[in-house]
């Protein structure tokens, strides 16, 4: 388990290098003028000299590289022009835009995010492996084709559809519900949640209907093995069976992609965020794509991929933790 747990280690690390590499590329060499998108189209060429000279733009790229990830690892400092400004590690540059520290500007954002994200797989979690259970349950009867039917609907649905179509029902035509505002969790939790109670239901039936699709197919191969007709044949009834064996079979694929969204959801919630108003990470992700503030685009996409890995070195434990065998291999 120790050697298991320090190869997933090595190759989460390894992943998170990769991306910092290609990210730098990407923002910071194709570009072209990072000191001219910096200062703005505006600046004249002595505006933009200073800023070239601020930000060390003259170094080499490998230089200008080893200094960003120094900033990752360990803190760099930033010249403002009348002096110096000390980021922490994880330092992920300052916004051109405010002249904030880009991570304290997404630990703002976060806590919005988490609150979107979390409560949101936990309903599609529970919603998509229950109507995939389900469809195994009922297979072979009107049940299961009607909720074969749902989840396709659901797969093929573009959120912002399904977000419009809950906010003019809910809130406009029944009023059962408020317009969704979000309210920190540690003001009025009873407002967080009637506030994120459409964006989390909106996600939900998006992503719940893949992980129905995927719990059934997952729970019908399992069925059709010899060790479940040897049940059967036992006399063990059709209950226990899909509860106790069927329903074990569709686990780890679950768990799979259970970490890849929800890492990617992080800041994947974009049209989410926009639609309901949400102020988290997403939003904020497309705020700065508008004004190409590079180092907050940056440092979303590269938090956003640490959750993706993170979340995939949490799965792994959990299949080792399930089954040695993956801790072996």
Not at 77 to 96: I, K, M, N
Not at 199 to 219: D, F, N
Not at 259 to 266: K, T
Request: charged share 15%.
């Amino acid at each position: 388990m120790t050697g298991f747990l320090l190869r997933r280690l090595g190759g989460a690390v390894f992943v998170l290098l990769s991306l910092t590499v290609i990210l730098y590329a990407v923002f910071y060499v194709a570009p072209g003028d990072v000191a001219q998108i910096a200062c703005g189209p505006r600046c004249s060429p002595a505006q933009v000299a200073q800023v070239t000279e601020q930000l060390r733009l003259d170094d080499p790229v490998y230089t200008q590289y080893g200094h960003f990830l120094q900033g990752i690892v360990a803190g760099r400092d930033f010249s403002t022009g009348t002096g110096v400004e000390h980021c922490t590690a994880p330092c992920l540059g300052v916004s051109y835009q405010s002249d904030q520290q880009v991570m304290t500007l997404i630990l703002t954002k976060l806590p919005v995010t988490g609150s979107l994200v979390i409560g949101a797989f936990v309903c599609w979690i529970l919603l998509g492996v229950g109507t995939g259970v389900l469809s195994v349950w009922r297979r072979g009867r009107i049940t299961e084709r009607l909720l074969t039917w749902l989840t396709l609907a659901g797969t093929a649905t573009p959120v912002f559809v399904i977000g419009l179509l809950l906010i003019i029902v809910f809130c406009s035509t029944l009023q059962w519900l408020p317009s969704p505002t979000y309210v920190p969790l540690t003001e009025d939790p009873e407002q967080w949640a009637w506030g994120l109670l459409l964006p989390w239901v909106s996600l939900a039936l998006i992503e719940s209907a893949k992980y129905a699709r995927l719990t059934r197919s997952s729970m019908l191969e399992t069925l059709a093995e010899d060790h479940v007709r040897t049940f059967r044949a036992y006399g063990v009834g059709e209950r226990a069976v899909i509860g106790r064996h069927a329903l074990r079979g569709a686990v780890a694929p679950v768990i799979a992609l259970s970490a890849l969204d929800f890492g990617s959801m992080f800041g994947g919630a974009v049209l989410t965020e926009s639609l309901f108003g949400i102020p988290g990470i997403g939003r904020e992700l497309v705020h700065a794509v508008k004004v190409v503030d590079l180092p907050v685009v940056v440092g979303v996409v590269l938090v956003t991929g640490f959750f993706v890995v993170l979340a995939n070195a949490v799965a792994d434990l959990l299949y080792a933790l399930a089954d040695r065998r993956v801790a072996l291999s």
